[in-house]
């Protein structure tokens, strides 16, 4: 497969992350500050929307490789979050319909970047980095109450456009399990669970400098930088190696040194080295399924983030909690990938 296939394909699909979820949280923030709802119902909203987008991944992700149209799903995708900014006035179905939009496009571009280079944690990386970015952008907007739907409607249709005028890379046929594999749902299980309980983390930071804009978009580069950068370090100097000793550091560092801006951004970018590891090791044992896989993780995210939404969230952000917890999921990853390395032996640096 040619560099600049590969190359222009992960570039328009990161770009692309960005602006869907700028699009998706600007508009659910922006029913919020527009005030024809009050924040309790919003928070409802955007609960509605969250399950919607990261639950039902799994199952369209089957879809998506039964009949293998990744970028027409991702496209589609695209018009439906376009749709959902016109839908302000209805608050509970642009978040219904942003939610399914979401889902559909993570789905199908989150395949292209798996089977761009199966066994590869660089490009799902590259791919899913971007997204924290237009979160947190689309929030800020939607916030300020300057949201208008027309730039972010320009925007995903010109990319949708571009995802399906790009030459279509020709798919490498990815490696079966060995048939003496012996750990298949162990590692699925334990690479889940440390997703999850990095999820639950994640949502239970007590920060409260980041009311500070200049500080979130700092904080928000340290996680995509992370999620970046972590897949090309795992894939040159060994995915066990990067990943668990980048959770080992962030551990200490985002339990007990909050009120320090710069520590907790360190740690944060040291924590989001593993995300692109467990993607790939995740779709590693789902060979053909990448769709599935990629959907797996994102439910994993949202079961994690659950307790963020109810009463639990008082006591899951203690310090001793959170670094507990962190060492939970360093445990579950190492022996996740340490099992995977002996299923299917990637190379590790």
Known sequence: MRKGTVWSNITAYGLAHAVVDAACAATLFGVLKAGSVDASTAALFILVYDGIAFSTQPILGLLVDKYMQPARTAALGMLLV????LLMRWPLLAAVIAGIGNAIFHVGGGVVSLKLAPGKAALPGLFVAPGALGLTLGI??????SFIAWPFIVVLLLFAVTILLLPRPDFPIPPALPQDARWFE???????????IRSLVGGSLVLPWKSDTTLLLALTGA????KALGGFLADRFGWTAVAVSGLVL???LLAFFTPLPALVMIGTFLFNLSMPVTLAGVAGMLPGKSGFAFGLTTLALIVGALPGFTLLRTWTGAPVFIFASTLVSIAALYAGLRLYARTIRPREG
Request: proline share 4%.
């Open 82 to 85: 376009a749709a959902a900014t």
């Open 140 to 145: 800020l907007i939607g916030k300020s109450g």
């Open 186 to 196: 162990a590692v699925i299980a334990l690479l889940l669970a440390s997703v999850t």
């Open 223 to 226: 996680v995509v930088l992370g």
């Open 250 to 252: 962030s551990a200490p």
